[in-house]
């Protein structure tokens, strides 16, 4: 079955720096829509940015992201880290058609002064 | 933007007690999912729904069970519980189609002695 891998359960980082979260996918099916969730501390999970574009940069507060089907990887990325990125970053795939989709296992990120 | 809200909030339940987690969603959204959160697992889909009438299992619905009597509610039955059930859970709901972002409820923890 369809699968993401977050290879990373905690980043840590200081403010300014720049963030790479990692996000590899597995499925057959050959057009998946992959999808950045974030969750901070005692909130739910909200949508950050999502694309089914391969070799297309989408972006949203900051953050961005390219789906590149050749290497089945959806990173998340932004140039400089704040306070406020602190949080609990899902990768999510739809690929079936069902309406399901699968979350990665997450990464939290910490990012201190 | 999507109104999702999840009753009770907290939940204490006993072994081999029953539980009703009860969902609410106010946008008219055609589906609805039920997840649990748990640490180093992510985000894991219990059951989800089509429409009222409508549940499909999840990639874990051992142990549950669920309920969708109209477009605006959705339930998740624990009808013996156990302490592996112990988690947080999340509803969510979203329109149709692989694309489609889905809004979270607030999330409901349970804890089963």
């Known amino acids: 079955g369809d699968s993401v891998t977050q290879t990373e359960g905690l980043v840590t980082l200081t403010e300014g720096l720049p963030v790479m979260l990692n996000c590899t996918y597995q499925?057959?099916?050959?057009?998946?829509?992959l999808f950045w969730y974030v969750q901070h501390l005692n909130e739910s999970p909200r949508l950050l940015l999502k694309?089914?574009?391969?070799?297309k940069r989408t972006e949203h507060q900051g953050f961005h992201a390219t789906l590149h089907k050749s290497s089945s990887s959806f990173h998340l990325q932004k140039s400089s880290a704040q306070l406020s990125d602190s949080a609990l970053y899902y990768c999510?795939?739809?690929?079936?058609?069902?309406?399901?989709?699968?979350f990665g296992s997450g990464t939290r990120l910490l990012v201190s002064p | 933007e999507a109104a999702v809200t999840q009753s009770p909030r907290n939940k204490v339940a006993v072994t081999g007690g029953k539980v009703t987690l009860s969902c609410n969603q106010t946008?008219?959204?055609?589906?609805m999912y039920w997840y649990r959160q748990d640490t180093g697992h992510g985000l894991r889909l219990i059951h989800y729904s089509y429409g009222a009438g409508s549940t499909e299992k999840g990639d874990i619905p051992d142990g549950y069970k669920a309920s969708r009597p109209s477009q605006e509610n959705f339930s998740l039955i624990l009808e013996l519980a156990t302490p592996s059930q112990t988690s947080v859970y999340f509803c969510?709901?979203?329109?149709?189609?692989?694309?489609?972002?889905?809004?979270f409820g607030p999330g409901t923890r349970l804890t089963v002695l």
């Open positions: 999510a795939l739809s690929a079936t058609g069902g309406y399901k989709v699968v």
């Open positions: 694309s089914f574009t391969d070799n």
């Open positions: 946008n008219n959204h055609n589906n």
């Open positions: 499925t057959i099916y050959s057009n998946p829509f």
């Open positions: 969510a709901s979203g329109e149709g189609g692989v694309y489609a972002e889905q809004f």
